[in-house]
């Protein structure tokens, strides 16, 4: 079995991969990346009654990658490129070969895969913790699963400036649901639950928009989103009517979460 471990700063993600099946992926979060990483090996283990001699290669990827300088449990343990890693697992995830892949962690990164080859092609400082600061902010909290919960009873026509808001007819390619200015027309007395779907409508869209203008020129309309705010059951409203306004398809891989993790696994896969 292949170990690949997504290491973030807090939260740490781990697949195995045996015989071209994906095991038992699992996440953990912990208050530090060392801390995660071996916390969550351990559980990996211990909730799948493997032993060390069952694991042929441990590979690390993500920018709490940095902080392990060791082999994991005395295990030969390699390193992967972030980037190389979201391509390699999203398109092993989704089966589509020539994408762009948006990796919606902490912040956001975009990474162009094209069959074997993966280049990163930009990102944006919007992601989860721009969502979970806001929150802290507007909202109170940084639990992001319950700005979700109350998002779902929220309007957004009470918080986002549409077209149809500014225009007496839908303009050129956009519609009179087209959102003009998110916030646009938040007020002093807006409720928690608008807020709430204002902010993660702020987030979802700001990334949609961003992926879609980094794709401007690579010929590319398939879209493959990975990372933890692809839980984010407003994923499943907001990027399919975006897929619609700009004619392009997005897709969200069943292990979507784990991504990173099983292109790590993958990565040394490709070197043998």
Not at 216 to 239: A, H, K, S, V
Not at 247 to 256: E, L, R
């Amino acid at each position: 079995m292949l170990i690949g471990i997504d290491v973030g700063i807090s939260t740490t993600k781990i697949v195995g991969i045996m015989d071209g099946e994906v095991v038992s992926p699992i996440r953990i979060t912990a208050v530090d990346p060392v801390t995660s990483l071996y916390g969550a090996f351990g559980k990996y283990l211990h909730d799948n009654n493997f032993r060390l001699e069952d694991i042929d290669h441990v590979i690390l990827t993500g920018v709490g990658s940095e902080y392990i300088s060791q082999p994991i449990y005395g295990l030969p343990t390699s390193k992967c490129d972030e980037f190389v890693a979201d391509g390699l697992g999203a398109r092993y995830e989704s089966g589509i070969d020539k994408a762009i892949v948006v990796s919606m962690g902490t912040g956001t990164s975009f990474v162009k895969c094209e069959g074997c080859n993966m280049e990163h092609i930009g990102g944006i400082g919007t992601g989860g913790g721009t969502l979970q600061g806001l929150s802290r902010l507007l909202l109170n909290t940084n639990d992001i699963k319950f700005v979700s919960e109350i998002a779902t009873r929220g309007n957004l026509g009470n918080i986002n400036l549409l077209i149809g808001d500014i225009s007496a007819k839908p303009l050129p390619g956009l519609p009179m649901d087209a959102t003009a200015s998110l916030f646009g027309k938040a007020q002093s007395n807006t409720s928690q639950e608008d807020i709430a779907k204002g902010l993660v409508c702020l987030v979802l869209q700001s990334i949609g928009s961003a992926a879609i203008l980094a794709g401007q020129g690579t010929g590319i309309n398939e879209y493959i989103l990975i990372g933890n705010l692809t839980l984010l059951p407003q994923c499943n409203d907001i990027f399919p009517a975006m897929a619609k306004l700009y004619g392009v398809n997005f897709h969200i891989p069943k292990h979507s979460v784990f991504c990173t993790a099983i292109g790590a696994a993958l990565s040394y896969k490709q070197q043998l």
